[in-house]
C-alpha cells in the first residue's frame, strides 16, 4: 500500500494536510480497511479545541467502533458535513472526499512528531 508524500500521518491512523496555518485531517486508507464498512462518523463542532493525540470524533463501522485523534492541535474551522450522510467517503476516497475537519493550526512545530509516508508504510506493513 502506498500513502501520498505531501501528508503527515500519526500513529493512530490520521492524516494531516498541512497549508500555511491551516490543515485538513483524515483517516488513512489503512485505518479505513481495517475498520471496514464505515456506516458513522461524529464530527467534531466548528470552534472545537483540539489537542494533538487526543480524541476529537468516533468513528463506526460494521466491525468496530474507534475514535479518531486528532494529529496536530488548533480549533475547527471546518467539518466534513457530507459525511453525516455519506460516511463511506471514508472506505471509498479516505484522502479526498473523505476528509473529515479542517482546523486552524495552533502550532506547526507539532508536525515534526508526525510520520512521512515512508515512516507510516513501514508502520502498517
Keep these: 500500500m502506498t500513502y501520498p508524500d505531501d501528508?503527515?500521518?500519526?500513529?493512530d491512523h490520521?492524516?494531516?494536510r498541512a497549508d500555511g496555518s491551516t490543515a485538513t485531517i483524515g483517516i488513512t486508507s489503512f485505518a479505513a480497511d481495517e475498520l471496514g464498512d464505515i456506516v458513522f462518523v461524529e464530527l467534531p463542532e466548528v470552534g472545537a479545541a483540539l489537542k494533538q493525540f487526543a480524541a476529537f470524533g468516533?468513528?463506526?463501522?460494521?466491525?468496530?467502533?474507534s475514535d479518531l485523534f486528532a494529529p496536530l492541535s488548533g480549533t475547527v474551522s471546518e467539518v466534513n458535513a457530507r459525511l453525516q450522510t455519506e460516511p463511506e467517503l471514508l472506505n471509498s476516497d479516505p484522502f479526498g472526499d473523505g476528509w473529515i475537519a479542517r482546523?486552524?493550526?495552533a502550532?506547526?512545530?507539532e508536525l515534526k512528531?508526525?510520520?512521512d509516508a515512508d515512516g507510516?508504510?513501514?508502520l502498517t506493513s
Aim: glycine share 4%; proline share 0%.
Design 7 to 11: 501528508l503527515r500521518y500519526s500513529k
Design 14 to 16: 490520521e492524516w494531516v
Design 58 to 65: 468516533v468513528v463506526e463501522s460494521v466491525k468496530a467502533v
Design 103 to 105: 482546523i486552524d493550526v
Design 107 to 109: 502550532d506547526g512545530d
Design 113 to 115: 512528531e508526525l510520520l
Design 120 to 122: 507510516y508504510a513501514k
